[in-house]
Nanobody, 125 residues
Framework: VQLQASGGGLVQAGGSLRLSCAVS????????MGWYRRAPGKQRELVAS???????????SVKVRFTISRDNARDNAKTTVYLQMNSLKPEDTAVYYC????????????????WGQGTLVTVSS
């Protein structure tokens, strides 16, 4: 499974950005996909996730403002996960990482975290 994130950038407070994560590989085996972020000087935190059966979870700090969605995968090869971010605040500034959880037979586990490269979101005040 491979993940490729895009869509970060610089935006003023109150503005919007949409992050995309192209997920390729054994899509139907994945339990969940989502987004994490790491702000300067802070630990990585979950922003939003969507499970294989459509259950969505948000961090309290982004509820109402952020929306996670995904394309309906037409095959087992690829899909895209989005994070629509509205009413952005300076405290949303962070490197955002897309994530997928599922089996990794090479490593020998059913619960493996796949990560994309980070994309920087900077919100100016």
């Amino acid at each position: 499974v491979q993940l490729q994130a895009s869509g970060g950038g610089l935006v003023q407070a109150g503005g919007s950005l949409r992050l995309s994560c192209a997920v390729s590989g054994n899509i139907f085996s994945l339990k969940s996909m989502g987004w994490y972020r790491r702000a300067p000087g802070k630990q990585r935190e979950l922003v939003a996730s969507i499970s294989s059966n459509g259950v969505i979870e948000y961090a309290e700090s982004v509820k109402v403002r952020f929306t996670i969605s995904r394309d309906n995968a037409r095959d087992n090869a690829k899909t895209t996960v989005y994070l629509q971010m509205n009413s952005l605040k300076p405290e949303d500034t962070a490197v955002y990482y897309c994530n997928a959880e599922g089996p990794n037979l090479q490593v020998g586990t059913l619960q493996y975290d796949y990560w994309g490269q980070g994309t920087l979101v900077t919100v100016s005040s």
